[in-house]
Every structure is written in structure tokens, then in C-alpha cells.
């Protein structure tokens, strides 16, 4: 059985999934259903200055995609609208009740000093085991100066990182915006700033659809909408992109990240951690299905682990990171062409029409004694694997290698690249 | 070919009416196609992955469904067998012989909004094949107790319960009066319901968790008694299923031809090769649960050419569920509901026909013959009117008998006798006769034992 313990950054969990900073975090009565459901740690929802933030009601709208439900979700909320003193006195008794878990406090107060100093001191008391600063909420915050607001400026990050190591001893997790044209320059602030970690990504910008009677956005708060945190299944590969870019920028290089964004399943997690990530969050998926999804989790990377002789998460963590590069460097004299299983075909023709209307003409669409047969040209096939991923039959369509292996060359050796480095 | 007519058509009984190959269709390939990959996937994403989902609390071993089926749509396998085994260590048998109709599957939410359930049943055999192509154990013994148990009857009662132990950390020994273990799954199940002898497949794996010590062709009664046991072993648990069978109670029952049905596909489960097995060509079943069905089925499956069921009541009062009755009607069997057998009329000793009167409900609802009825010819009439328990073995030379009630052991809730340390499950106790029944009395009787033998450690 491999050992799914894990110590990141000093907080030691019993498994890397822990739940997000986020409703499901809330309050003890929720966190505590998900430690006894097996999650291994939380980060609860962000704490702010009293008085409480006052929420609207229409608080979500979803994607549903055929028949998959919230594939996508947004949401117009805001920090915890309960008063700090509750939240510190229900974490201090959760975290003595469930030693073993790891408690993370979500942070979110105004830029200035002493606001993060005084709140600062009043969560050490609780006996948590580190804090998150929220940069990252791209909604109702940001308007006053906090979340994205300063998670979108450098500076800024960098310097509430420093105020906040320099006024505790807790470890400091920065939780970063992906609204920012490059997710390297919050994260090597915050590296910058001394912060033991970063967890990303939190929710993206976005209006998930428009009511058309209403003429208004959705979620529809009387006849009026705003845009919202996006994050769910749909955000997952924009999340992978920001954390294998931290885990392989030489700045950032090395720096511990809890990865979230579109986790549902023990494999989300695996490819999460192969990029790079020491521990992954969730929310959407506990939101959708309940807090049991972790037994799935815990279990799957457990057994998939075994399958691949993973012993424990150290060795699978960063594993994929030196496969992630730059295009320029990719092989170009790899080939690969389509191979259509006719066992397997139902000769719906989407691969022929895909190909023949938007890719390489490399699909017949032959008739042999009347029935209907697609076959790859391969001469014309560029690889590109279109048909392979609209062919409604899984294995049907796989890439195969092509022709004679030629030694690698990328594209600074290219001889069609103008700028290639010369070769000696 | 001319045959007499004056005295009645002679028995027609033979075997290897069909060629080679049709045995092999009929009885070594499933009744019930298993899902391939792709088909498994897009079933698994069916499940809504309810809260407290019914189709839990209608399974009798509590099975937590909408997880192991979530398990299968993110690839986890093992993990999807293992969640199945942990409450139902029978699960790769019970995917295939359940009642899903009228268990799990009735209960899917999805019946409410388009009446057609996830396919919970070959989900579940999906999974826990998979497991067993590995030939994986997922469970561990607990550190050894010491305390021995004797487990009598190796079927699907006896086994769960001896596993339980085995994990429990207690040392197991099960009598068995045939030669093979599996009982009924071995002996009395429809063979295409378990082809390629896959109920000794599931044997091996069972026992494979180690701590079961299987000594067959030992029966109680016979060769040791209940008394003898207790002395023996920490506890006991009995598992020994329905010996006896209903009698007609008609003339003409102790005609050549006239047979038990349970017997009888105890004889062609065994067979190795069905072409050897004789079977008449008109056949009559009397009864109306899943054992007339399985007789119907698998004689017609040996070449029967027609073959009837003649049930005392009508579709709805059936014991066998109304996709059994589909089945057997699309395999050609032909059902005649209210009616009831009067005599099996006979020639030179051997059956030839039999007859049946009509039936109906008389005002205050009981049943009652009307007078008028037909006669079938019938080279064979089998007896399929239910399967009795009988108390000698466990009576047998005991001081303190065990207590029998309507006809079965009597269990409380936790399946413990009448005697201290004595507990019973499956057919041989009250309740519904499914395998999946008698694997969760099993267990539950296992954790009884447990906490028994560990209440006793504690006193001492
Ligand atoms: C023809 C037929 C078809 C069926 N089909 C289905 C089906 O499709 N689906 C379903 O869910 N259920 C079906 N059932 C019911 C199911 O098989 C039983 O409910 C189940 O097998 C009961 O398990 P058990 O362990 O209590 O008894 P059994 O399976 O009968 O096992 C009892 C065991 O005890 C042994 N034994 C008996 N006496 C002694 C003794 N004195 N000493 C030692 N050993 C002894 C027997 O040899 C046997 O191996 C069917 C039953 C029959 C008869
Ligand atoms: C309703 C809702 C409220 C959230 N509130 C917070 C919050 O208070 N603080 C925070 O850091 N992130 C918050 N998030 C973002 C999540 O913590 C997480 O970063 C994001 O949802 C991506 O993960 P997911 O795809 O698993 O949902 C919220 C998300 C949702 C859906
Ligand atoms: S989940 Fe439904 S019932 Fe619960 S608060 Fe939201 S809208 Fe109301």
C-alpha cells in the first residue's frame, strides 16, 4: 500500500486532498462531516475583518454540457460573511479535535500592515497550522482593494508576503489569481516574499451565460448579473498550465504548490502532482457530490500508485515537470498518422468530415460492396489527432508511429527557421 | 416412423438431441452478455451518484453502490471490486444470479424519470471480474484469535460467514457433505447464469484469504453431531440450506419421469458434457418460482421441443419475476398460469401425460378448482413446488435441540439459535431464499461470533 502521508511545508496531512477555502469549508459543522469522511486537511473559508460581508442571494451559475452536470461553475459570493470571532473559536476546537488534519486558515484584509499583523496574531492562537493569504477572489472583493486586486500586482504580493512572514511563525501559503497574463510574476513575488508555498489557482473571470429573457447575466440577482469566479472540471487544464510553469520557471523552481482547480477525481490529483503539486484542493466536486468523493480519491491514487511502484507521494510529485518544455524544443521530425480499428468503427463518418472540412484531407470515405469504410491516407495525414479525439467510440482511432526514425531536431536546428543557431 | 396411437403416445426421453455446438451456446456462454470497456464507461456515467441512494438499502448486503460505480468511471478497479467484496465477498456471483429486477435496479432513481435503471448488475460483475482476472485478494486477515470455528455447509451462507472470520482473525474449519463447495451456486443455478465454472473460480478466491480450513464430504448428522461441535469449536454456524423438496401430493407421482427438478440440475450442472443428459420431449414443469423457470429453461436448452409451465396461480403471484418469466418465454417456454396438477397419467410405469384442472379464487379469495381442466402429454413432469428444510442433521443425538420454527432454524436478529454459540443463516433460516440473502445472514453472523467469542475473552 503506498503511503499517501503528506508534509507540505510542515503541515502534515494523512492524505494530500484537502478542501479549498470555500463554502464547503465554512464552518465547523461542515468541516467536520468532511474530516470524518477522510479528507486529510482544509483550508477554511477566508476570514476578513469584521463586520462580515454581507452575500447576495442567486449566488452560482453552472455549465452543463449534454448530460454532465456543472462541468463549469461560477459564483458572485464573497468571503465568510460570519463574524471572526465565531470562525477562530470554531477552527481552534476542530483543530483540537482532529490533530491529525491539516488546518489552514484563509486570510483576506485590507493592504495594510497592521490589519495582517492583528489577524495574524488572533489565528496562531487557534493552534492552526498555517495560513493562506487570498489574492485571488476576482469578484467584490477586488472592488475594495483586496483578493485579485492585489494578487494582479507583484508589488503587492510580495510585500504582504514579507509583513505576514515577519509577524508569524506559521508557514504562509500565497493562494494566486489566475487572472494575470502570466501566473510567474505573482509567484515569484511570493516567492520573493518568503512565502513557504503558493496554492492556485483560485476562480477565473467569467459570466457563464446570459438569460435571454431577462437580457441579464447569470447568476441573475434581480434582473442583474456580474461576473463571477469560473472553476469546476472546465478550468482544470488552465490550472495544470500555471502550476507546471511555477514548478519549471528557474525562479520559482522547487517552490511547494498545492494545486487546485477542477480536481474530481484521484487522477485530476495524480496529474496535478505529477506537474508539481505537493498537496491538491477541491471544491467544485465536494459541491457537486458530497464529501465522499475522497474515498474514491484516496483509494484510486492509492492503487494506482501500487500499479506504478509509487511508494509514497515524494516520488511521484514534480514527475512530469522535466517533460513539460518549450515548443521550440519539441522533436519535429517525430511523425505519427491515424489508424482507424475497422473492428471497432461504426462508421459514423465524424472523422472523415473533420478531417476533410477543417484538417488534411486525409480521411477516404470509401464504399465497399455498399457499406461504408473510412481509411487514413497516410501520406496526407500531418498527425494532428483531430479524428482521434471526435470518434465517439473510445479506441477506435489511435496515433500510431510513422516511417523511419529520423534523429531528433527542434526547431532552433530547423533548417526552415531563419533564426537557427548555426550548427558547428 | 408410425407409433401406435391406441395407447397413447410412448415416452420420448433422450440426450444428444442437438449438435455439439448448441450445448456449448446454451450453457457455457452468459445469459447476460457482460459491458466491455466502453460500454461500462458510459453505464458508470449514468449513476447520479446519489446521497443515501436507494439502490443501497435495497441491497441486502448493503452494498454502497453509487461508489463503486463512481470507482469505475475514474478508472479505479480495484477499488470499485474491493468496495463491492467489502460487504459481499459473494459480489461476482451475486451480479450474476440477483434479481436486480426486483432489487437494486427497482430502486434507481432513474426509474422515476425515464424507467430504465443503471445497469447496476453487470456494473457490478464489470468490476469485480476485472479483480478476479487478477487474481487479487484485497483483504487481510486480522492478527490470529485463537478461536475455532466450525462452519457446516459450504454454500453461499456458510462461506461468507467463514471468510468474515478468516478476516476477522479467527481460524475456520467447514464441513461440507458434497464433494465441492459452492452450494447451490454450484449445484442448483442455472448453468448459463454461472458459465465457465466460475462459482469454483469464486470458491478459490474466497478461500483464498486464508484460515478456512474445507473438509468436504463431511455431514452433520452423519458423520458428527451438533452436540460433538460445540465441544470442538468456539462456535458453530450453520449454513445447510434446503435438503427436501415439496411432494406433489398428485397421482401418478412415483411414475418413472416424474422428477425433482432441483435434483435434476444438480445432475446437469455436473454433467461435463450436457449431450449425455436425457430429456424428454415435451416436458411439463409444475411450480411457478425461479426453479420451475431455470428447469424450463435449461431442458429446453437441452432439446426439448416443448416444453410448459403450468403454475396453480397467475403472472403476478409468480415467485420468479416477471424478466425470469420474459426470459423463460423468450427461450421458448410456453406458461400456463391457474391451473393445478391432478394426476400424472403413466404407461407401463413411465409418465405420458399429465393433467391439470383449472383454477380461480372463490369469494373470500382462496383458491379452488373449477372442474374443467386439459391434459399435456409429457415424456417428463418436473417437480419445481419448492425446496423444504429438514432437521434431522442438526437434531440428531442432542440433549438440547435446537429450535426449529415454521420449518426453519429459529434466528434473532444477530442469526443466533436457540443454543448458546450456535448460529444460523441462509435457505436454513426464515426469510427470502437468494444467495445474496443467505451471503449477508453470513455475514452478520460472523460479527455476532466475533462479538460473542470476544465478550467471552473479556469475562475469562
Ligand atoms: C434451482 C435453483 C435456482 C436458484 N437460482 C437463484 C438465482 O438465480 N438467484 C438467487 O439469488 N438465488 C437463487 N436460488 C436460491 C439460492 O441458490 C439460495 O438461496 C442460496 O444458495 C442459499 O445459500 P445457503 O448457503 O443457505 O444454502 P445452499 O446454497 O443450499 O448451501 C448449503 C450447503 O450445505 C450443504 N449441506 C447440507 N446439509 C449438510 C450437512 N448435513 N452437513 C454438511 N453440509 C451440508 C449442502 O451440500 C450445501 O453445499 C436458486 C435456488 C435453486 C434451488
Ligand atoms: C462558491 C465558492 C466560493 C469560494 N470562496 C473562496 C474563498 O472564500 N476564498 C478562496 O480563497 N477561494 C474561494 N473559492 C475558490 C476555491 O477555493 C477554488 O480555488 C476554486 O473554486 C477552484 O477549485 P475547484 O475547481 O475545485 O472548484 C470559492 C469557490 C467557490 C465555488
Ligand atoms: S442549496 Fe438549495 S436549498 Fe440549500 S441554500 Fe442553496 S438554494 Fe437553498
Redesign the interface.
Known amino acids: 500500500m503506498a503511503d499517501l502521508r503528506s508534509n507540505f511545508v510542515g503541515i502534515k496531512s494523512p492524505n494530500p486532498f484537502w478542501l479549498a477555502s470555500a463554502p464547503p469549508t465554512d464552518k465547523e459543522y461542515n468541516v467536520v462531516r468532511a474530516f470524518k469522511a477522510g479528507w486529510g486537511g482544509v483550508v477554511w473559508k477566508t476570514l476578513g475583518e469584521d463586520p462580515p460581508v454581507v452575500n447576495s442571494s442567486s449566488r452560482y451559475g453552472a455549465i452543463h454540457y449534454g448530460?454532465?452536470r456543472m462541468i463549469g461553475f461560477n459564483n458572485i459570493e464573497l468571503i465568510s460573511d460570519r463574524p471572526l470571532e465565531i470562525n477562530l473559536r470554531e477552527i481552534k476546537q476542530v483543530k483540537r479535535d482532529w490533530p491529525d488534519r491539516a488546518m489552514v486558515v484563509s486570510l483576506m484584509v485590507p493592504c495594510e500592515e497592521t490589519s495582517w499583523k492583528s489577524i495574524l496574531a488572533r489565528v496562531e492562537e487557534t493552534g492552526a497550522d498555517a495560513v493562506e493569504l487570498n489574492f485571488g477572489c476576482p469578484h467584490g472583493m477586488s472592488e475594495r482593494g483586496m483578493g485579485s486586486a492585489v494578487g494582479q500586482v507583484p508589488e503587492y504580493v510580495e510585500m504582504v508576503a514579507r509583513w505576514c512572514k515577519a509577524h508569524t511563525r506559521m508557514p504562509v501559503l500565497v493562494k494566486l489569481t489566475p487572472n494575470v497574463t502570466s501566473i510567474l510574476g505573482p509567484a515569484r513575488a511570493a516567492a520573493a516574499g518568503g512565502a513557504d508555498g503558493v496554492s492556485l489557482i483560485n476562480t477565473i473571470n467569467s459570466i457563464t451565460g446570459v438569460d435571454l429573457d431577462e437580457m441579464a447575466p447569470q447568476p441573475t440577482v434581480d434582473g442583474k448579473g456580474t461576473h463571477g469566479g469560473y472553476c469546476g472540471p472546465a478550468v482544470k487544464p488552465i490550472a495544470l498550465h500555471m502550476v507546471a510553469e511555477i514548478a519549471r520557471d528557474p525562479k520559482t523552481r522547487g517552490l511547494p504548490i498545492s494545486g487546485i482547480g477542477g480536481i474530481a477525481?484521484?487522477?485530476d490529483a495524480a496529474e496535478f502532482m505529477a506537474l508539481g503539486a505537493g498537496t491538491v484542493q477541491v471544491c467544485t466536486a465536494a459541491m457537486h457530490?458530497?464529501f465522499?468523493?475522497v474515498?474514491?480519491m484516496i483509494?484510486?491514487l492509492s492503487?494506482?500508485m501500487d500499479e506504478k511502484g509509487y511508494a509514497s507521494l515524494d516520488q511521484l510529485v514534480g514527475r512530469a515537470v522535466p517533460n513539460v518544455t518549450d515548443w521550440q524544443y519539441l522533436n519535429l521530425n517525430y511523425k505519427i498518422v491515424a489508424r482507424i480499428d475497422p473492428e471497432l468503427c461504426i462508421t459514423c463518418g465524424l472523422c472523415h468530415i473533420a478531417c476533410e472540412d477543417t484538417a488534411h484531407q486525409a480521411i477516404a470515405a470509401l464504399k465497399n460492396e455498399g457499406k461504408r469504410r473510412y481509411e487514413v491516407i497516410d501520406a496526407e495525414c500531418v498527425g494532428c489527432n483531430l479524428c482521434m479525439h471526435v470518434c465517439p467510440?473510445?479506441?477506435c482511432i489511435t496515433m500510431m508511429k510513422y516511417g523511419e526514425s529520423e534523429p531528433y531536431l527542434n526547431w532552433t536546428q530547423h533548417p526552415a527557421n531563419p533564426m537557427r543557431k548555426a550548427a558547428e | 416412423m408410425s407409433r401406435k396411437m391406441t395407447t397413447g403416445p410412448a415416452p420420448d426421453i433422450a440426450a444428444g438431441r442437438l449438435p455439439a455446438e448448441a450445448y456449448l451456446a446454451n450453457f457455457e456462454a452468459d445469459a447476460k452478455e457482460p459491458l466491455d470497456?466502453?460500454q461500462a464507461?458510459v453505464e458508470a456515467?449514468r449513476c447520479y451518484?446519489c446521497?443515501d441512494a436507494p439502490c443501497i438499502e435495497a441491497c441486502p448486503t448493503g452494498i454502497d453502490i453509487p461508489?463503486f460505480i463512481?470507482?469505475i468511471?475514474?478508472?479505479?478497479l480495484?477499488?470499485s471490486a474491493?468496495t463491492i467484496l467489502e460487504q459481499n465477498i459473494f459480489g461476482g456471483a451475486c451480479a450474476r444470479v440477483c434479481p436486480t429486477e426486483v432489487l437494486c435496479e427497482r430502486a434507481c432513481v432513474r426509474n422515476l424519470a425515464e424507467d430504465k435503471p443503471v445497469a447496476i448488475g453487470l456494473l457490478q460483475r464489470y468490476a469485480t471480474d476485472f479483480l478476479f482476472e487478477r487474481g487479487i485478494q484485497p483483504f487481510q486477515r486480522a492478527p490470529r484469535t485463537g478461536k475455532r470455528i466450525a462452519v457446516v455447509g459450504g454454500g453461499p451462507a456458510g462461506l461468507s460467514c467463514a471468510h468474515r472470520l478468516a478476516m476477522l482473525g479467527h481460524d475456520v474449519t467447514v464441513f461440507e457433505a458434497r464433494p465441492k463447495l459452492g452450494g447451490l451456486n454450484e449445484y442448483g443455478i442455472a448453468a448459463y447464469k454461472v458459465p465457465q465454472d466460475f462459482a469454483q473460480t469464486e470458491v478459490e478466491f474466497v478461500l483464498s484469504i486464508g484460515g478456512i480450513e474445507a473438509r468436504t464430504g463431511v455431514a452433520l448428522g452423519r458423520d458428527m453431531s451438533l452436540a460433538q461441535l460445540r465441544q470442538d469449536f468456539d462456535a458453530v454456524f450453520l449454513g445447510i440450506g434446503l435438503a427436501g423438496v415439496n411432494a406433489l401430493q398428485a397421482e401418478g407421482e412415483g411414475l418413472q419421469g416424474v422428477i425433482d427438478a432441483v435434483a435434476y440440475i444438480a445432475e446437469l450442472r455436473q454433467a461435463k458434457d450436457k449431450a449425455r443428459l436425457p430429456v424428454g420431449r415435451r416436458v411439463v414443469v409444475i411450480g411457478g418460482g425461479n426453479t420451475a423457470i431455470d428447469i424450463a429453461v435449461q431442458t429446453k436448452r437441452l432439446g426439448a421441443e416443448d416444453v410448459t409451465i403450468v403454475y396453480r396461480r397467475g403472472p403476478e403471484h409468480m415467485g420468479a419475476t416477471w424478466h425470469e418469466q420474459e426470459f423463460a418465454q423468450v427461450n421458448g417456454v410456453k406458461i400456463k398460469h391457474w391451473a393445478r396438477p391432478v394426476r400424472v397419467i403413466g404407461e407401463n410405469g413411465r409418465a405420458t401425460q399429465a393433467e391439470f384442472e383449472y383454477t380461480a379464487l372463490d369469494a373470500g379469495g382462496r383458491l379452488v378448482g373449477t372442474n374443467s381442466g386439459f391434459v399435456i402429454p409429457a415424456d417428463q413432469v418436473f417437480k419445481a413446488i419448492g425446496q423444504t428444510f429438514i432437521a434431522d442433521p442438526v437434531l440428531a443425538g442432542a440433549a438440547e435441540p435446537l429450535e426449529i420454527r415454521n420449518g426453519r432454524i429459529l434466528v434473532d436478529q444477530a442469526r443466533a439459535t436457540s443454543l448458546p454459540g450456535v448460529y444460523a443463516g441462509g435457505d436454513c433460516v426464515s426469510g427470502v431464499d437468494l444467495t445474496v440473502a443467505a451471503v449477508e445472514d453470513g455475514k452478520i453472523a460472523a460479527h455476532s461470533i466475533d462479538r460473542f467469542l470476544r465478550g467471552l475473552q473479556a469475562a475469562a
Not at chain 2, 468511471?73 to 479505479?76: A, L, M, S
Open positions: 448530460p454532465d477525481t484521484w487522477r457530490y458530497g465522499k468523493i474515498d474514491d483509494d484510486g492503487n494506482w467510440v473510445p479506441g | 470497456v466502453s464507461v456515467s451518484f446521497y461508489n463512481r470507482k468511471q475514474t478508472g479505479n480495484k477499488g474491493t
